[in-house]
């Protein structure tokens, strides 16, 4: 099964390095910065619901504990974000809520990502930047020797992850936003 995920990853970052580059020409790809905290709560409450969107307070704690754990797209045209993932690593191998409430749980050298956020703002959406965001996430994380990365999803979106090399592992024990999660998982390293 992990063999299964790895290679399911190996594909993505094949298929990437052929396909998306005009894409990827009209966005600068990196960590996020201090003082780009604001606009990153902001898109998170376009992107999400009020039950399911991270509070102010907790993705600015994100933003000041795990900066290297954010991927930023930015317009180059504006200089504005588009789109991000976010998460913090972990030795732990399952899911719990707390991931998404309390920052202090990141630990540098977690050997796991827990990714607590995808979002694209509406304007940029349906042209593969989420796809591209995650390609360069998980590629980066699998250079930094990470061996796992860990989300939960609506079943909406289980298809979407599963094309992005994530491996549905059912129900997850996250009531998050009093809704029904199915955790997935990505194998990037051994
Ligand atoms: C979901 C989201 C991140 C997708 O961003 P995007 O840049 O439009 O995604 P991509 O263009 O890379 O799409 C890749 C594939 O994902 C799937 N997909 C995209 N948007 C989707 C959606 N809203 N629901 C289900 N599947 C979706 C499609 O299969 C798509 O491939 P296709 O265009 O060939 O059909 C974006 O719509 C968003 O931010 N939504 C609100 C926040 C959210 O739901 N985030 C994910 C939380 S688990």
Known sequence: ME????????????KHSISDKDLAAGFEFRNI????????????QICFPPNEACSEKNMKDRVAKAPELFLVAVDKETGKIAGFLNGLSTNEHSFRDEFFTNANLHNSSGKNIMLLGLDVLPEYRRQGL???????YLK???????????????????????????????????????EEWHEMRCVIGT
């Not at 910065?33 to 998170?44: H, L, S």
């Not at 860990?150 to 289980?158: A, D, G, H, P, R």
């Open 3 to 14: 063999n299964k995920t790895i290679e399911q990853a190996g594909k993505l970052f094949q």
């Open 33 to 44: 910065m201090a003082d780009e905290a604001e606009q990153v709560v902001e898109i998170e």
């Open 130 to 136: 989420a796809t591209e965001l995650m390609y360069r």
């Open 140 to 178: 980066r994380e699998r250079e930094n020797n990470r061996q796992i990365v860990i989300l939960t999803c609506l079943q909406s979106k289980v298809k979407m992850y599963e094309k992005m090399g994530f491996r549905d592992e059912g129900i997850s024990d996250s009531s998050w936003g009093g």
